[in-house]
């Protein structure tokens, strides 16, 4: 990559928050994403092959701990902003004094200008989700989203077309995935432009990292499309409303729950989604069908 991160898409030169919001400073801990190992195969044979190095990155906010994250480290302060964003621990990234990542310590400090809010209360109550690694969300997130306001039909839609322009996209993107598997990818797109990539042990990380970036950016998610690899769990789907993306685009499917929550938000959601097929789950009314045709039946004779 030519910010010299991989894993994760060089934005440095897109930039549209306003010169008066102020920006927290923010280290870049850099750190490599593989390891190379030596393994035996079916064959007998022994040779070197990649595997992701996942890690332990704890959060401390103000000088106290507040949860350990399993991760890739691709852009850790990222992460640590997103994670704060989407658990509604601070409410803009104006209240982010600085975001301090180190890696000999495999730890990650955020200083808030002022302190967060009723910290104590707002992390007492948590809820274990299906993420991979650490997925935990505090337990007043559920009722915050009453208050998501997400852009009409009208307003935020996509074709079939640019549906298929946008895993065509992904299937091109050169990732960690292709050499060393074991990870998930996320993406935000505006339109069929690919803004920002990720990829990390766990989607929630990944989306988490994407929320992070879209704030540091001055970013809105009304006209965006989030991408993952991931399934879409009842976590995916509230990230993704909590940053205002109404699409969302799965190579993998959806949980019952997942699907209940989309519908309720009135979310538009693609599962199992790659080349030309895809499935829409929920959110029809966004969608702009360009059926593809349909195939003859092939009827086999017995000779």
């Not at 920006?23 to 490599?32: F, K, Y």
């Not at 495999?106 to 200008?113: E, L, P, Q």
């Not at 994407?210 to 991408?227: E, R, T």
């Not at 789950?281 to 009827?299: C, I, K, L």
């Amino acid at each position: 990559m030519a910010s010299g991160r991989p894993g994760a898409t060089d934005m440095s030169s897109f930039h549209s928050t306003p010169p008066a919001v102020r920006l927290p400073l923010l280290t870049r801990a850099g750190v490599a994403l593989t390891r190379e190992i030596e393994v035996l195969d079916e064959y007998g044979q022994l040779r070197c092959i990649h595997i992701p190095d996942e890690r332990p990155l704890t959060l401390y906010v103000d000088k106290r701990e507040l949860v350990t994250l399993m991760t890739l480290g691709a852009e850790p302060e990222l992460l640590a902003l997103g994670y704060l964003r989407n658990q509604r621990l601070v409410n803009s990234v104006e209240e982010v004094l600085s975001i301090t990542a180190d890696w000999e310590v495999n730890a990650v400090a955020v200083r808030t200008r002022a302190g967060v809010e009723d910290f104590e209360r707002k992390t007492a109550t948590r809820v274990v989700t299906t993420g991979c690694g650490q997925g935990t969300v505090f337990g007043d997130m559920m009722d915050g989203l009453q208050s998501v306001q997400l852009p009409d039909a009208k307003s935020a839609r996509i074709s079939q077309s640019m549906l298929r322009d946008i895993l065509e996209v992904m299937r091109q993107q050169d990732s960690i995935h292709r050499k060393a598997g074991s990870v998930h990818g996320c993406a935000l797109f505006r339109g069929t432009e690919k803004l920002m990539f990720i990829e990390d042990v766990g989607r929630h990380n990944a989306i988490d990292t994407i929320a992070g970036w879209m704030w540091m950016h001055g970013v809105h998610g009304a006209d965006k499309v989030f991408y993952t690899t991931g399934r879409l769990t009842s976590e995916m789907v509230m990230k993704s409303a909590q940053i205002g993306v109404p699409i969302i685009v799965s190579r993998n499917g959806v949980t019952a729950m997942g699907h209940d929550m989309a519908t309720r938000l009135g979310m538009t959601l693609f599962g199992r989604a790659s080349n030309r097929h895809f499935i829409c789950y929920t959110g029809f009314e966004r969608f702009d069908s360009e059926p593809e045709p349909q195939r003859a039946a092939v009827r086999v004779v017995a000779g």
